[in-house]
């Protein structure tokens, strides 16, 4: 795999943010008329739902497709391979999900969780599919085709989920919405992308993929049970309205943070994987992605916490105003994200899968540790506790690189501090002009185009070197 050239990464990276921010965009907007027409009780049951979806997923890419991305040499066989094993585990997973339903259903005391869990489990065969074509995306960078699979995957699953939502169809409208939007996706891609499995498997092909894939697997079975383990816990301890609550708080910030950091990281990962061999290119990009990424997530996510509760109060209206400390509360997680993916992403690009999963084994007791000690003081106390896990959560990821790419802590904060100096004064601005007695509508209005000026045009008086290197990166794409 040859090295992967700066303009066919912005390129790419123009893409995938298109796709992302685009996709998310109109979903962000079906969310709000859906959470307008729904109730925090039936988002709360299809969190419980969504919770041992993941948890299968991860079984079905078995980190397979993350090493397809980073094997050098990786053919048709090994495509292949990986394909009808990955069907196969999600017929696997299916049967087990399909005969635990009820259990899982008496766990919760929800009987309607079983014919729920039963219907959102045909995803798995469908992300056994895409799992691979998005291999192949990532491969040949072609996130433009992706773009157009999820678009047409958000609209369509959107106008139906609406739709049922408004005829009174309640939680099923939150599940067609979920199955068609994979299948949209999935057929988009399959009748876009040139590659298709050929008849061939081999054992030994997927034992190599596996012995680098085996430790994504675990640390993705720990990432994703941890990451929705607040949610089992309160699904059990509490109630669902309070799931539907903290979940809701959760994704406002998660929706934002996790797709722009999610795009800038992906298409790192194969530009990184193509310098393997050479530690300083990978320093170099790998600075490079967190600083771009920081500059335009750490400003979101504080003005997102400063603007919480207007936006709440007009977006979704007042019944959901109780999600509004949660929402602040993972802003602060989600600011952090570009520390914590590009850390990891250049510990995965170098082949040192093992730390990965030694530095998801330490994170994943500590939360644990977190978790027990704040369970029985309420959810709110749990929320915190969470964010002041993922805060810890950043120093951990760091520590690696100091010996793997000689990138010290004191680097990572220099390269950080002008984005968050000016983030937190921009956040105060904005949280200080909100205490105005205006209405609600005007108030949010105001405090978006305020905190946006504010953030802008100090980076460009002061030529913010982060904010510099994006202009001229968009600037250089016109030509």
């Known amino acids: 795999m040859e090295p992967i050239q700066k303009k066919s990464i912005i390129n790419s990276l123009a893409w995938k943010l298109l796709e992302r921010g685009g996709v ?56 292949s391979s990986v394909f009808y094993l990955s069907l196969l585990i999600a017929a696997l997973l299916y049967l087990v999900l399909f005969f635990c339903a009820p259990t899982i259903s008496l766990f919760y005391n929800t009987p309607v969780l079983v014919p729920i869990i039963r219907v959102l489990s045909i995803t798995l065969f469908l992300g056994a599919v895409n799992s691979v074509q998005m291999a192949m995306v990532s491969r040949t960078m072609e996130f433009k085709r992706y773009f157009f699979s999820s678009l047409g995957g958000v609209l369509g699953s959107g106008v139906i989920g609406v739709i049922l939502a408004y005829k009174g169809f309640g939680v099923w409208a939150l599940v067609a919405q979920q199955l068609i939007s994979n299948i949209i996706i999935t057929v988009i891609l399959w009748f876009t992308i040139k590659w298709r499995p050929i008849l061939a498997f081999s054992l030994e092909r997927v034992g190599r993929l596996f012995s680098f894939g085996w430790k994504l697997l675990a640390s993705g079975l720990l990432n994703t049970f941890f990451t929705n383990i607040y949610g089992l816990v309160i699904g059990k301890f509490y109630d669902t309205v309070s799931l539907g609550y903290f979940n809701r708080g959760q994704q406002f910030p998660a929706v934002i943070g996790s797709n722009i950091d999610g795009s800038i990281q992906s298409v790192m990962l194969p530009a990184l994987a ?4 050479d530690i300083v290119s ?52 989600y600011a952090l994200y570009p520390i914590h993916t590009a850390n990891l992403t250049a510990i995965n690009a170098v082949g040192r899968s093992d730390i990965f999963l030694k530095l998801e084994i330490i994170k994943k007791t500590m939360v644990v540790v977190i978790l027990c000690a704040t369970l029985h003081h309420g959810i709110y106390a749990m929320a915190i506790g969470q964010m002041v896990s993922g805060v810890i959560a950043t120093f951990v990821n760091a520590f690696p690189n100091k010996r793997l790419l000689s990138y010290s802590y004191a680097e990572q904060i220099g390269d950080l501090l002008p984005p968050v100096i000016l983030s937190i004064l921009m956040g105060a601005c904005v949280y200080l002009f909100g205490l105005l007695s205006i209405p609600d509508m005007v108030k949010l209005l105001l405090q978006i185009v305020f905190g946006a000026m504010i953030y802008i045009g100090i980076s460009a008086i002061f030529r913010m070197e982060s904010y510099m290197y994006l202009l001229n990166a968009m600037k250089g794409m016109k030509e």
């Open 24 to 79: 998310q965009g109109i979903q962000f907007i079906l969310a709000i008329i859906l959470a307008r027409l729904l109730s925090p009780k039936e988002y709360g049951t299809i969190s419980l739902i969504t919770i041992f979806i993941a948890l299968a997923t991860v079984f079905v890419h078995s980190g397979l497709n993350t090493s397809l991305i980073q094997k050098k040499d990786a053919d048709e066989i090994d495509f």
């Open 274 to 277: 193509s310098r393997q061999n």
């Open 282 to 333: 990978v320093k170099r990009l790998m600075r490079r992605s967190m600083k771009s990424s920081s500059c335009i997530l750490m400003p979101l996510m504080v003005g997102l916490a400063a603007v919480a509760k207007p936006m709440v109060s007009v977006l979704l209206t007042d019944k959901w105003l109780p999600c509004v400390p949660f929402l602040q509360l993972a802003c602060i997680s």
